[in-house]
């Protein structure tokens, strides 16, 4: 495993076994391939923390745009699949509040006209 790291051939070192071979501290020429262990333990934990940030990152996004559509993420994600998406639900004309002010402006115009 040694040469092979010499040669810079890391996939072939890591197909001959070299993260399952346990260095032996005591001895000198295990210090690249502990080395090359650490650093590859590392490199992988890395791309880990990559990827669950990347997911993490879609998967706010997803929501987000869901919000801004008036859907729920289920919903959101669902609409991916074009095959299997349920239409969105209806949302109201407006807006809660103004639904309620508009509301109280016809009661108190039905008022007025009825006097």
Not at 17 to 23: D, F, I
Not at 71 to 87: C, G, I, K, L, Q
Request: aromatic share 2%; with cysteine; hydrophobic share 50%.
């Amino acid at each position: 495993m040694l040469e092979l790291l010499q040669a810079a051939a890391i996939d072939a070192a890591i197909d001959d076994g070299l993260m399952e071979y346990a260095c032996d501290p005591a001895e000198p020429r295990d210090a690249p391939l502990a080395a090359m262990q650490a650093q590859l333990r590392d490199a992988w934990a890395a791309r880990e923390r990559y990827r669950a940030r990347a997911a993490r990152l879609a998967r706010i996004e997803r929501e987000r745009q869901a919000r801004r559509l008036g859907r729920t993420p289920a919903v959101a994600a669902s609409a991916a699949d074009p095959a299997t998406a349920a239409p969105p639900p209806p949302s109201p004309a407006l807006p809660p509040a103004v639904a309620a002010a508009l509301a109280r402006a016809k009661a108190r115009a039905q008022e007025r006209s009825s006097q």
